[in-house]
């Protein structure tokens, strides 16, 4: 319950991020118009870079440069703006007075944890608190998304196998075999290698479709046992058809055990993004990323510690809570385990 509990709050915090940190209004009036400018962040993070900059178009033809708490009051004395609780920037360094009585960010080794960049600043002076918070987003995007391709394909793959059984079991079962032996991390670098224009969406459906193997294999193993059963036999003589069988009769009676493996699975894919992003091929850059600023601050480990241990706590706690989860839900649905 405790994992639980700190993913809703992940969750929240990802939703979130620009009302937490930013520097661009949550929302404001300008020129008689209401705008949200906070709106960029959701865009950039999903990479929907033009609509991103059309949010900001107003400001960018009034030359605002990313500076909104000084020019909104310059060219329009009227307007007002309500602000994220810290001003800073997950893209770029804060410049002095950029925000009343704030200092520029530090760079470099100097850029240790202070009241003003709460968890330090990376070695071009961009807060680590900010790449934190928004790069959230990034880690449970990717895990939620990729796994529900993988859960998707998986449960499909699966249930045909199962319930078909014969010379389709045959075929599928081969294919889930061959899937097994690939290395999902080398497969992943070498189709992202070959793409040239990457995005964050390529690398959740990368990590989708490598990871479905073991849903299926559940799935496959779940339908050979309840497809026997007396309710599905009742239900077949009562006139229903095979998909009516498979995914209302069959599915929802096998789906809490293959939850277990899904809840493993977003795991696992928080991790592989790390990785990739640790490794240079994840997130395209400059979207904040955990992986990215473990892999900034593993050349500097000796003077800024700060940048291996805020994100590698936050991918530690991330994946433990996921398998922790995982294993409650197999030992809620496991007649067994709960009975002891």
């Not at 496959?220 to 036999?233: D, G, N, P, Q, T």
Request: some cysteine; charged content about 15%.
């Amino acid at each position: 319950m405790i994992a639980l509990t700190y993913v809703v709050f992940l969750s929240i915090i990802a939703l979130t991020a620009p009302m937490i940190v930013g520097v661009r209004p949550i929302v404001c009036e300008y020129k008689g118009e209401i705008h949200f400018p906070c709106t960029y962040y959701y865009y950039r993070i999903l990479g929907f870079n033009k609509q991103a900059y059309k949010t900001e178009a107003v400001f960018i033809n009034d030359k605002f440069r990313g500076v909104y708490p000084e020019n909104l009051k310059k060219n329009d004395p009227d307007s007002w703006a309500i602000w994220p609780l810290v001003y800073q920037d997950p893209y770029r360094p804060i410049e002095g007075e950029e925000w009343p009585n704030q200092p520029a960010n530090p760079y470099g080794d100097d850029g240790k944890p202070n009241k003003f960049n709460l968890l330090g600043t990376d070695k071009d002076g961009v807060d680590v608190f900010a790449q934190m918070v928004h790069g959230t987003q990034i880690s449970l995007l990717v895990g939620f998304v990729s796994m529900g391709i993988a859960a998707s394909i998986g449960i499909v793959v699966g249930a045909l196998a199962g319930y078909y059984g014969g010379w389709i079991d045959t075929i599928l079962s081969r294919l889930i075999e061959v899937m097994m032996c690939l290395p999902t991390l080398v497969l992943i670098l070498a189709v992202r290698s070959i793409l040239d224009d990457i995005t964050i969406w390529h690398l959740m459906v990368l990590i989708g479709v490598t990871g479905w193997t073991g849903v299926a294999r559940l799935t496959r193993a779940e339908f050979l046992k309840i497809r026997e059963i007396e309710y599905v036999s009742a239900a077949r003589s009562l006139g229903a058809g095979q998909l009516r069988l498979m995914f209302v009769h069959i599915l929802r009676n096998a789906l809490a055990p293959i939850l277990v493996p899904i809840s493993f699975g977003i795991a696992s894919a928080i991790l592989t993004e790390g990785a990739l992003s640790f490794l240079g091929f994840g997130a395209p850059p400059p979207n904040p990323s955990w992986g990215t600023l473990l892999s900034v601050g593993r050349t500097k480990i000796d003077s800024m510690w700060w940048l291996v241990v805020y994100p590698g706590l936050a991918i530690f706690s991330t994946v433990l809570a996921y398998n922790l989860i995982g294993e409650g839900v197999q030992e809620a649905t496991d007649p067994r385990t709960r009975e002891g």
